[in-house]
């Protein structure tokens, strides 16, 4: 019988080689499917800075980057396979001067400055991710708090005539009736007498004409002299004043945001109010009208549990 020699065993040399084949391979596959995720908006700040490095951390697969407008191209010029997120209202304007380009998510804007900005049409490459509360879900935050309640108070003007319409709808459909004052002058405080004559509780549109850092005063003082309560407009008016709202927060945000960019530009929502919220109140305020401390976390949970139901 012949004799065979026995196999040598690869070197070390060798097995390194195809251990960095393998390595070599395996980025570049990594390469091929990361995405590239471009953020812009008018101004750097260390706010952006922040959501930038926590989008970062949520993706590290991908290529995840901020370019200030200023240093953009015409956004045809951007490959159309970049996920494409604008941070401010001067982004959209200009990437509304152009129809071509990628598939483009707008990041926290409100009802209001879509309507401005946008009037009554949707851009087919745009998806709006709305900032403000949806009125469904604060007035469900009202009838939770504030069981009693029938008659909802709600101040308008040109700019936030157009959301009635669906907060009465909402409104009918929890048993409450919305009665409206419209309020075109501030510095007239009749309008807001008299809705707080015929109201229970106020609810407060995200119209930063009505409720700003100028109105504020008279709107809480006015109320709370009444024994009303203030819901919304947002969060911030609630450090102001205001009883609760609804929000969702950077993290909220960011678990959405990193939901949204694993599916295909393709079946983006056209716009979408979160489902990730949280629940702010006002506790000094609380206790002012009689009522016991509220439990943020508990209200939140609650909500979202009728949210779902069919």
């Known amino acids: 019988m012949a004799h065979c020699p026995p196999r040598k065993s690869p070197g070390v040399g060798h097995l390194l080689a195809m251990l960095c084949l393998v390595i070599g391979g395996w980025l570049s596959s990594l390469s091929t499917n990361a995405a590239d ?21 949520l993706r590290p697969g991908d290529q995840v980057r901020f370019q200030p407008l200023v240093d953009l191209p015409a956004p045809e010029k951007l490959d159309d396979d970049t996920r494409l997120i604008l941070l401010d209202l001067p982004s959209l304007d200009w990437r509304l001067q152009d129809p071509e380009g990628p598939a483009t998510l707008v990041m926290r804007i409100s009802r209001l400055q879509a309507r401005q900005h946008l009037g009554d049409s949707l851009p087919p490459y745009l998806s709006l991710l709305w900032s403000d509360p949806p009125l469904d879900r604060q007035l469900r935050l009202t009838r939770l708090l504030l069981p009693q309640v029938k008659r909802v108070g709600v101040l308008y003007d040109d700019h936030s005539e157009f959301l009635l319409k669906e907060l009465r709808r909402a409104a009918y459909t929890l048993g409450l009736e919305v009665v409206t004052e419209r309020w075109d002058n501030t510095h007239d405080s009749r309008p807001l007498q008299t809705l707080l004559n015929n109201s229970d509780v106020l609810l407060g549109l995200d119209d930063p004409d009505l409720f700003n850092q100028k109105t504020a005063k008279n709107l809480l003082l006015s109320s709370y002299s009444r024994q009303l309560a203030l819901i919304g407009p947002n969060a911030g008016f609630v450090r102001a004043g205001s009883l609760a709202s609804t929000y969702t927060d950077q993290g909220d945000w960011l678990v959405i945001l990193d939901q949204l960019l694993d599916q295909p530009p393709a079946t983006w929502p056209r716009t979408l109010y979160p489902l990730r919220f949280k629940v702010s109140s006002n506790p000094q305020v609380a206790r002012s009208l009689g009522m016991e401390q509220i439990n943020e976390a508990s209200v939140a949970t609650l909500l979202a549990e009728r949210e779902r139901r069919p």
């Open 37 to 57: 995720i471009l953020l812009t908006g008018a101004e750097d700040s260390p706010g952006v800075q922040s959501f930038i490095q926590a989008l970062r951390e």
